[in-house]
């Protein structure tokens, strides 16, 4: 059984910066993409940024592009979101989870308790 464990939120100003983390126990396959999501009350989970675990190639949401970086690290099996530049509308609980497919960014493992990022204006 998979886990995915998130890391790293916090509280910070309009315009700053945080790094979140998610650690995942188990092997990751170079097959495999990870990416990250985002929960507001009321609101559906939405995709925003991926990375395939070989190749390292990236997807970005049009809302983050230019503002977040997706990153892995394999010998720790965990992957990074560097978000600089953040707004009042990043704020949310962020998620990662591994990708059903590459095209629509569907995920598929089970969810894990997210972290709670909050932008003051």
């Known amino acids: 059984q998979v886990q995915l464990v998130e890391s790293g939120g916090g509280l910070v100003q309009a315009g700053g910066s945080l790094r979140l983390s998610c650690a995942v126990s188990g092997r990751i396959l170079n097959g495999y993409a990870l990416g990250w999501f985002r929960q507001t009350p009321g609101k559906e989970r939405e995709f925003v940024a991926a990375i395939t675990w070989g190749g390292g190639s990236t997807s970005y949401a049009d809302s983050v592009k230019g503002r977040f970086t997706i990153s892995r690290d394999v010998y720790r099996n965990t992957i990074f979101l560097q978000m600089n530049g953040l707004k009042p509308e990043d704020t949310a609980v962020y998620y990662c989870?591994?990708?059903?497919?590459?095209?629509?960014?569907?995920?598929?493992?089970?969810w894990g308790r997210g972290t709670q990022v909050t932008v003051s204006s």
């Open positions: 989870n591994f990708l059903n497919d590459w095209r629509t960014k569907k995920p598929y493992a089970d």
